[in-house]
């Protein structure tokens, strides 16, 4: 009984520090925007999806994303970036996650943990792809909290 | 395109080294065939000693060696830089004053290209130079030839790895999320992802197919049955398959033929060509839509011509189109799943019946796709290496 009490009070703790808020997910598989839909929708977020920059950019004339998850590579070979500045520019406050495959596919390294690379990538945080989750999860719960 | 060919000669006799020198310094040998023009650019060396020096500090690509040198000799010569020839990165010819049967047999046995006999006229040292100059041009344009086709290679394996990739990546992400619950517990969001995953599945195992049928052809290891055969067989085949997707979508699916259109073919590939041009014709489509097959024989040739009323492709679009991996890539086609190989197969296999394939489309009115086919095919052993290659690969090997 305590244990199942326990389980649902941690719930509700979860679902007040993620309620209204909204996330912006961009990537041109609809298989990775469905999972992240899913995903962060269980951990009670609002989830919007967007397939390209085009779509992203309409968006986010009529609504408010608390937080950007970006894919690097879209149709635009550097989608990610562009769409990213541009967040950036408009909604300094709204911190933005870049994903890639890029590393996988061409052992080229992005890094966003120095103040000096982050001056050029402006994202706040980079992950590889397959991205985990948890991992993705405590990006987010450390950039909102900030 | 001219080719700069490097010449060495080695000689202790400096009339002699002049006397080459002098011959070969305007001498141009055209080898109309590779369309190259060769020039020569000569250096000389006194001494074996120095004919290695020069060998190691740069490669030349014939070396005229004299046997009969004050140090070491031109068969010890031969014998130190042995590796190199054997490559055939370089050829040697032999200068011998006397016709010397042994000496001409270890020079053999060494590797050596060609010989002169002491004493040569300009016009016996330039028949040697230019055999040899044309055999290193061949042997040259044979490595460049391999080198591209391992590039060509390589860059289609990279692309096949990555459409592969994609929906693996997506059904392990599916997975994945279903065994850890990180989705919650909602059964609805767990059939659509297994529903997902399948669909995906379904996209690796068409690309696995179609590479198997690409690769075959190419490499006419498929063995061909060609036989006399009634092409509305295979198209009603075609159809049948496609009828569930073409029914759930409300899309009519109609065969066009007066009689029996019958053709000398392989019954398999031309089921590749229909199945691939009515999939696509259903999939390329508007709900509702309509796919008209026509098939037809006019005069030498059988026509299959397969129109849609789907959402067609501007004309840079259909200039893309037959390429391998080629998937025209828009709002319109973002939620249709293709291997990006079936039209490149279906021209290859256009081309192995001494046809081709051509395309009309209108955006958002339809598209039609027509084969043409000899319903008597050329050659019936023809493979489709035969079809495309040309002849000058075979010819430089080397």
Known sequence: MLAGGLRADLDEVVHMETANKTVLVVDDDIDFLEQMKLQLEAAGYTVLTAENERQAEQLLLTSQPDLAILDLMMEQMDGGFTLCHHIKKARPNVPVILVTGVTAETGLEFDASTDEERGWVKADALLAKPVRFEQLKRQIDRLMKG | ?398
């Open chain 2, 1 to 398: 395109m001219t080719d700069l060919v490097k010449v060495l000669i080695v000689d202790d006799e400096p009339g002699m080294r002049l006397g080459v020198e002098r011959a070969l310094r305007h001498f141009t040998v055209q080898m109309p065939d590779v369309d190259q023009e060769v020039h020569f650019a000569t250096d000389q060396a006194e001494t074996g000693e120095q004919a290695l020096e020069k060998i190691e500090a740069e490669l030349p690509d014939i070396i005229l060696l004299d046997h009969k040198l004050p140090g070491i000799s031109g068969l010890e010569v031969l014998e130190r830089i042995e590796p190199k020839v054997r490559a055939g990165d370089t050829l040697t010819i032999m200068i011998t004053a006397y016709a010397s049967l042994d000496t001409a047999i270890t020079a053999t046995k060494r590797g050596a290209y060609d010989f002169l006999a002491k004493p040569f006229t300009p016009d016996e040292l330039k028949n040697a130079v230019r055999k040899a100059a044309g055999r290193l041009v061949l042997t040259r344009q044979a490595r460049r030839l391999a080198a591209e086709k391992r590039q060509v290679r390589f860059q289609f394996i990279s692309v096949v790895a990555h459409e592969l990739k994609a929906p693996l990546a997506a059904i392990e992400g599916y997975l994945n999320i279903l065994k850890d619950g990180s989705a919650g517990t909602d059964p609805a969001a767990a059939e659509r992802m297994i529903d997902r995953s399948l669909i995906r599945a379904q996209q690796a195992r068409k690309l696995v197919t179609d590479l198997l049928d690409l690769t075959r052809i190419e490499a006419g290891t498929k063995k061909r049955e060609l036989a006399e055969l009634d092409v509305t067989e295979p198209a009603r085949n075609a159809i049948e398959s496609v009828a569930p997707d073409a029914a759930a979508r409300g899309i009519t699916v109609q065969l066009h033929a007066e009689g029996p259109v019958t053709m000398m073919a392989d019954r398999g590939e031309l089921e590749i060509v229909l199945n691939n041009l009515v999939s696509n014709a259903v999939k390329y489509n508007r709900d509702g839509g309509r796919v008209d097959v026509r098939l037809a024989r006019e005069g030498p040739e059988v026509v299959i011509a397969v129109a849609d009323t789907g959402i067609g492709m501007s004309a840079e679009e259909t200039q893309r189109l037959f390429g391998e991996f080629v998937r025209i890539r828009n709002e319109k086609t973002r939620s249709i799943m293709g291997s990006g190989l079936g039209l490149s197969i279906i021209k290859k296999l256009a081309i192995l019946y001494g046809g081709d394939v051509s395309v009309a489309s209108e955006p958002d009115v339809g598209t039609t796709f027509t084969v043409r086919l000899q319903a008597d095919p050329p050659e019936a052993e023809a493979t489709a290496q035969d079809a495309q290659t040309p002849p000058a690969e075979t010819t430089y090997k080397a």
